[in-house]
């Protein structure tokens, strides 16, 4: 069965089991992805819950993969998410081995080759240069490297081991050059981005909290408001609670930024 063709860079943020990322954060989400990939060209892909695929494939026109799948056929598997459902959902694919969902290089192969039987992609998550080797050999849609001491940390592993990348690049080439190499851990920036691309991967796959937002460094002057009003609404952006930048933990980066307009 023919399967489904993504442009890369693909950008694929898993969702996790967040709060902020389940139902009503799920479609701010989605929303905010469709925009962003309408206005720069790159694929970007969202792994949901299993509760929201249908909801964001429907409503914003993106591709949409689940967590997880189990490589069985309908009937009396109580717990299991079957093919046939994330199928029908609207998933075009489904990770594979994710570092909070491990799995036996067996069940591996088999989800591959269910997931390419049903026309899905599969991405399958590794976490070094071997285990991509072996990974490639089954020939998924995607390689995911993802160095699991980098997950979920601020530096990526663009930055931290770019020779991880560069590896898994060059063995997937010797293998199987048909599938793709995404890179993970880490991923932050446009820049952690653009190294990955640079070193010959094919996009990435993210994951990060959600309550976040950014203003253009004019709109504070554009409004007049001073610090306190700017960060209130900067958190009201991001979904928090006005006073929440009072808080312990919570983190600011600034930027600068050119703006020109035609005359």
């Known amino acids: 069965m023919k399967l489904p063709s993504l442009k ?7 969702l996790k089991c ?16 469709s925009e962003v990939m309408e206005e720069s060209g790159v694929t970007i892909g ?3 819950l299993y509760t929201d695929i249908h909801p964001i494939n429907r409503h914003y026109g993106i591709p949409v ?15 299991r998410m079957p093919l046939a459902a994330i199928k029908s959902a609207g998933a075009i694919g489904s990770l594979v081995n994710h570092s909070e969902y491990r799995l036996t290089i067996a069940d591996i192969e088999k989800n591959v080759g269910a997931l390419k039987e049903a026309g899905l992609l599969s991405c399958v998550c590794s976490n070094n240069i071997a285990t991509t080797r072996a990974l490639a050999a ?14 979920g940390g601020k530096v990526s592993v663009s ?27 880490g991923i932050h920036s446009g820049r952690c981005v653009k190294t990955a691309v640079d070193l010959g991967t094919d996009g990435v796959l993210l994951s990060d909290g959600f309550q976040q937002a950014v203003f253009l460094p004019q709109v ?7 610090l306190e009003t700017f960060l209130g609404h900067l958190c009201l952006k991001a979904g928090l609670q006005a006073q929440a930048f009072k808080k312990p933990g919570i983190q600011f980066w ?10």
């Open 254 to 263: 600034s930027f600068q930024a050119e703006v020109w307009a035609e005359e």
């Open 65 to 79: 993969f689940a967590q997880h799948v189990d490589p069985v056929e309908p009937g009396a598997h109580t717990g």
């Open 220 to 226: 504070a002057d554009e409004t007049g408001w001073d």
């Open 138 to 151: 089954l020939e998924p849609a995607y390689v995911a490297i993802e160095p699991p001491e980098l997950i």
């Open 159 to 185: 930055e931290a081991n770019p020779g991880i990348i560069t590896g898994s690049v060059e063995v997937v080439k010797e293998i199987n050059p048909s599938v793709r190499v995404l890179t993970g851990a």
């Open 46 to 48: 969202l792994a949901p």
């Open 18 to 33: 967040y709060n902020e990322s389940i139902g009503p954060g799920a479609h701010r989400i989605g929303r905010a992805a």
């Open 8 to 14: 890369p860079p693909l950008v694929l943020v898993n």
